[in-house]
């Protein structure tokens, strides 16, 4: 059974770069036909799509937010991250790596999720 993991630090101040990595085993990431993504949900809120890394290194973002995000991966490592720049409390949320299947066309896997506060 595919497992994700999330680490990164919980605190991060507004302006600086939120950065966050999502360790895959049992499953590679190069696995033709599977997406690995990044979620999120604030306090209160819904579940927010934010983008993803696809099998061939391929990257795709949600178009609010791309101008300052990047998903990247570690093959070597099977881990993908993600890095939020510029982020204000808006940002303050549980983040979520999950494995979007290109099969299915659902999220298999999902990480438990990590908090992650900005706040000064």
């Known amino acids: 059974q595919v497992q994700l993991q999330e680490s990164g630090p919980g605190l991060v101040k507004p302006s600086q770069t939120l950065s966050l990595t999502c360790s895959v085993s049992?499953?590679?990431?190069?696995?033709?036909?599977?997406?690995w993504t990044w979620i999120r949900q604030p306090p209160g809120k819904g579940l927010e799509y934010m983008g993803g890394?696809?099998?061939?290194?391929?990257?795709y973002y949600t178009p609010s937010i791309q101008s300052h995000t990047s998903i990247s991966r570690d093959t070597s490592k099977n881990q993908f991250s993600l890095q939020l720049n510029s982020v204000t409390p808006e940002d303050t949320a549980v983040y979520y790596c999950?494995?979007?299947?290109?099969?299915?066309?659902?999220?298999?896997?999902w990480g438990k999720g990590t908090l992650v506060t900005v706040s000064s």
């Open positions: 999950a494995r979007l299947s290109g099969l299915s066309y659902g999220f298999d896997y």
């Open positions: 049992s499953g590679s990431i190069t696995t033709s036909h599977y997406y």
């Open positions: 890394i696809g099998y061939d290194g391929s990257t």
